[in-house]
């Protein structure tokens, strides 16, 4: 199975535990790694064989930039579920970060892997 992938996707939304962050918009990172067989896109040079990794994109943004949930690994459920369901994903990596949000870090957040694992594919 091959991977298809979409690095450094920033989207502003609210997220957070803190009153303060309840009231703001603050900046996520989604990176995201998903199997896929581009075997048959290749062939046919058609996008309706392909993941259409811009329609999933406009989804999240939307999707992500809307909700406000308290916490990164809700957000990431929610995204990798949508990535699963709505595009028939099989397996996908993601990773979430707010980047600023831990004083002297760079970045921090959360990596989930959800469904067969690559290699089982």
Known sequence: MDRIFIRGLEIETVIGIFDWE?????????DLEMAADVASAAASDSIDDALDYKALSKRLIAFVGESEFLLVETL???VAAIVRSEFAVPWVRLSVSKPGALRGA???GVVI???QRLEAL
């Open 22 to 30: 309840r009231r703001i918009r603050q900046r996520v990172r989604l």
């Open 113 to 115: 892997e959800r469904g």
């Open 106 to 108: 760079e970045d921090v």
């Open 76 to 78: 990431a459920e929610q």
